[in-house]
């Protein structure tokens, strides 16, 4: 055997060490984010919604339905949201069909309709499954 091939092998194994190392490294980071995301998002319901918008004082929050393919596809955006801006903003969710006296209390036609409450009063609302940048931009106006 030559000498050039043992340090390729112990060169490789290295390597190996090293990837294998990263791609850990990666997964727990990957991890973390999203336990940070699932526990920052609040889940509303019409027995709590008044006290919990009164103690936040920004608030973006998704009325959204299980059946609706719309508010599934904006799902990882809220979730992304929800971590991106924790501690500037309180992200929260609100099933429409469990919770209807509040959605139409606020006149939620269509879902998902997103909430933007501020001092506990609606001060703006998206409409529809729309691009993260288009959600930031109408939030960006109250922070």
């Known amino acids: 055997m030559r000498?050039?091939?043992s340090t390729e092998r112990e060169e490789n194994s290295e390597l190996e060490q090293i990837r294998t190392r990263k791609?850990?490294?990666?997964m727990t980071k990957m991890k973390k984010k999203e336990e940070s995301a699932a526990t920052s998002?609040?889940?509303l319901s019409d027995s709590t919604f008044d006290d919990v918008v009164?103690?936040?004082?920004?608030?973006?929050?998704?009325?959204w339905a299980e059946w609706c393919g719309p508010c599934r596809m904006i799902a990882p955006v809220i979730d992304e949201l929800a971590r991106d801006y924790s501690g500037r903003l309180t992200v929260a969710k609100?099933?429409?069909d469990e919770n209807p006296d509040t959605a139409n209390r606020f006149g939620v036609m269509s879902i998902p309709t997103l909430l933007i409450m501020?001092?506990?009063?609606?001060?703006?609302?998206i409409i529809g499954a729309v691009p993260k940048s288009f959600i930031e931009e109408k939030l960006k106006k109250h922070i």
């Open 94 to 96: 609100l099933n429409v």
């Open 54 to 63: 009164r103690k936040h004082p920004l608030m973006l929050i998704d009325c």
């Open 23 to 26: 791609i850990r490294e990666m």
């Open 41 to 43: 998002l609040i889940t």
């Open 3 to 5: 000498e050039d091939d």
């Open 118 to 125: 501020k001092g506990g009063n609606e001060v703006d609302r």
